[in-house]
């Protein structure tokens, strides 16, 4: 197998991937809530569409990160290897979070929190 992947590779890129959500999260979800002032909604459906907004584009920079780190034919590695951790938050390496139908459910789901 090449050098990308390796375990030591794998376990750096969900650190990286870690510390990043945080910000992106936070950098994501803060233009959805000037938004939701502007079209007057209600602070529930603001809160819920800002999660749903910053989770859809922060799914996809991760993916892309991944991607970017082990190759487009080895991220299917790197979500095996996830799966086999013991860790509690594995889930959000499932790769049907990062199915583009996903992300756009939640994008769309956002936008209707919006109107709502």
Known sequence: MGDEIRDVNFERISRINWLLTGPLLVFFSWPYL????LALTSDVFAWMGCGLFSVAFTLTIVHGHISISVGELH???????????RYPWKWFYH???FQYSTRLTLLLASIVCLLG
């Open 34 to 37: 000037q938004l939701s002032e």
């Open 95 to 97: 790769p049907t979070l």
């Open 75 to 85: 991220r299917v590695e790197f979500y095996r290897w996830t799966r086999r951790r």
